[in-house]
């Protein structure tokens, strides 16, 4: 049976996370250890006595998902349950690059340690910024708003379903948006508690400083499929996936795409490794089958078949 491993981004982090895997897995510690050593932070601590506000601050975040998703995937791969295709929403795009070979554990922590700082470094730069959930509206429709309206500073930035999406923008733009997608029918608009306004042109600094920290890495071939935030398909290439790593932060998230390719690829099983079950919610939303099964803790994971 094929299997798609997903993994989740930033928000999906609490406080507790992957706790019950550190206190029973050794492997889990190590990769935490070794997380820990790289990123010069101590972050079991962070994620297991921290504190909310602290532990969602984008920097913090970032690390503690990029282990967290990474050590649910060790913890399947022990199991006996292993990827023949996998994808990451926004942040979690960086454990699929790792469990896909195309980065060691190491680096891509390391790499995630300069992306969450530059991000952080991005939002406070903004001079105020934020996104905003819509639901009930196709993603065509919120873009035809938002010319209609001539809104200017406020953008799509997560396509996570057929009929829910979120904007990225200024407070200006945003406002200005929300008046536009209601008065085109959307059902729902939820302004989101975040730092900034992720994947959008506002987060060009950490574009440019991210760019030029990665143009000496090395990026190999990913070993199974690969589905691309910034594409929407499958990317064979780690020349490709290294450019895409850069755009991913400054381009939309093509979810609802990657979704698409997916289920034409075929795959018996789909499993959420990482925190909460927000990927799963959006793959029942696009009315895809088989359902997405939550892959985190260690009862969800001894429940699976190798």
């Excluded at 993994?7 to 609490?14: L, N, Y």
């Excluded at 967290?68 to 926004?90: C, E, I, N, P, T």
């Excluded at 035809?144 to 001539?150: Q, V």
């Amino acid at each position: 049976m094929k299997t798609c491993i997903l993994f989740p981004g930033q928000g999906a982090q609490f406080v507790g996370m992957g706790r019950d895997l550190y206190d029973t897995d050794a492997e889990t510690r190590a990769l935490f250890e070794e997380a820990s050593d790289v990123a010069r932070l101590d972050l079991a601590a962070l994620m297991f006595e921290g504190d909310e506000d602290e532990l969602k601050r984008t920097r913090n975040a970032q690390l503690a998902l990029a282990l967290a998703d990474s050590a649910a995937y060790a913890a399947l791969r022990k199991r006996g349950v292993s990827a023949d295709g996998v994808a990451g929403f926004s942040l979690g795009e960086w454990a699929a690059l790792c469990a896909a070979g195309v980065l060691p554990f190491g680096r891509m922590i390391a790499l995630v340690a300069e992306r969450g700082r530059l991000m952080d470094q991005a939002c406070a730069r903004s001079g105020g910024s934020t996104m905003s959930a819509v639901l009930g509206l196709e993603a065509a429709s919120i873009e035809a708003a938002l010319t209609g309206a001539g809104v200017t500073d406020a953008w799509l930035a997560n396509l996570n379903a057929p009929t829910q999406s979120v904007l990225s923008g200024t407070e200006t733009g945003i406002a200005k948006a929300e008046a536009a997608v209601k008065e085109a029918g959307a059902k729902r608009v939820v302004r989101l508690k975040v730092a900034g306004a992720f994947h959008s042109p506002l987060m060009r600094y950490a574009y440019d400083g991210f760019k030029e920290i990665i143009a000496d890495e090395s990026f190999a071939d990913p070993t199974i499929a690969f589905y691309s935030n910034v594409t929407g398909g499958r990317v064979s290439t780690g020349t490709e996936l290294k450019e895409l790593a850069a755009e991913q932060i400054i381009r939309p998230v093509a979810w609802t795409a990657i979704e698409r390719a997916m289920a034409a690829d075929g795959y018996g099983r789909e499993l959420e490794a990482g925190p909460g079950s927000v990927l799963a919610g959006l793959w029942k939303a696009a009315g895809l089958e088989p359902p997405v099964t939550p892959a985190f803790t260690t009862d969800q994971i001894a429940a699976l078949e190798p």
